[in-house]
Structure formats: structure tokens, C-alpha cells
């Protein structure tokens, strides 16, 4: 019976192994689109943006890192927060709070700026959304079949 609780608890880790992994590279392909758009197009065509452009530096290469990092973790949290049932206000809560905790992060570093707070807005909105792309993937690879909701079991 214990061997068996093992072998379960076995297939659960990996399974939100899986999850984290693809939560991370989606956050991580967010993280890579909503750059290209703020360098390509908002920073450059709105003034007031101007300083959400950046290159490729140190900087970048971590704040990615922390992007993929955050997608492993709501990767996991998600898997476990949807479980079976199929209740939106879970998900859609899930997503509010990975976003909202990393949203109001950069609103309050807005509020500490000499600049104005518009770019921390948008650097607010984006962070919901990297999340609400990550929850999209989740949702297909659980409705495809490649990892499978947790199961209390």
C-alpha cells in the first residue's frame, strides 16, 4: 500500500514538473513578445514610454530569468489550484494574484520614481497578461492531455 502512495506521489511530482515547464517557457515567450513590442513600437512611438525601452543586458537576461522562474512557479500553483472541477473564478483568481503581486511590484517602484508612473502601468498590465498567456498554455496542454490536473487522490 505505502509503495503504491509512493509511485503516486511519484507521477504528481513529475506532473507539476511538467506544468512548471510549460508555465516557464510560456512566461518566458511573453516575457520575449511583450520586450520586442515595447522596443519596437510602444517606447518608440510614445514618448512617455521611452524608458520601457532596454536592450539585451544584464538586466534583461535576469529580469527573464525571473520571468521563466515565476512561469515554474504558477505553473505548479496553477495545476493545483484548477484540480478537477472546471470553477473560472479559481482560475481566473490564480492569474489575478501571479499578476497582481507582480504587477503592483512595479507600480510601487512608480510611485518611488521621479518619472511619471504610465510606463509602470503598463509594466503592471503586462505582467497579468504574461500570466493569463501562461494559464491559456496550461489549459491546452491539460486539455490535450500532456499533463494531467492534480487529483487529490
Do not use: C, H
Not at 12 to 40: D, H, M, P, Q, Y
Not at 59 to 67: D, E, K, N, Q, T
Not at 89 to 115: D, P, Y
Amino acid at each position: 500500500m505505502n509503495r503504491i502512495s509512493n509511485n503516486q506521489l511519484m507521477v504528481e511530482r513529475l506532473e507539476s514538473l511538467k506544468a512548471g515547464i510549460i508555465g516557464g517557457l510560456s512566461l518566458g515567450f511573453a516575457f520575449v513578445i511583450t520586450n520586442l513590442i515595447n522596443n519596437l513600437v510602444l517606447a518608440k512611438y510614445f514618448e512617455i514610454l521611452a524608458s520601457l525601452q532596454i536592450g539585451v543586458s544584464w538586466y534583461w537576461l535576469v529580469s527573464g530569468a525571473i520571468a521563466g522562474f515565476s512561469g515554474l512557479l504558477f505553473g505548479v500553483t496553477y495545476r493545483y489550484i484548477i484540480r478537477l472541477d472546471n470553477n473560472p473564478q479559481l482560475k481566473t483568481g490564480g492569474v489575478l494574484a501571479f499578476g497582481l503581486v507582480r504587477g503592483l511590484t512595479q507600480i510601487e517602484v512608480g510611485w518611488n520614481s521621479a518619472e511619471t508612473i504610465l510606463p509602470f502601468l503598463v509594466l503592471a498590465f503586462e505582467s497579468v497578461l504574461w500570466f493569463a498567456m501562461a494559464a491559456i498554455a496550461l489549459d491546452i496542454a491539460i486539455k490535450f492531455g500532456w499533463i494531467q490536473p492534480f487529483s487529490s487522490t
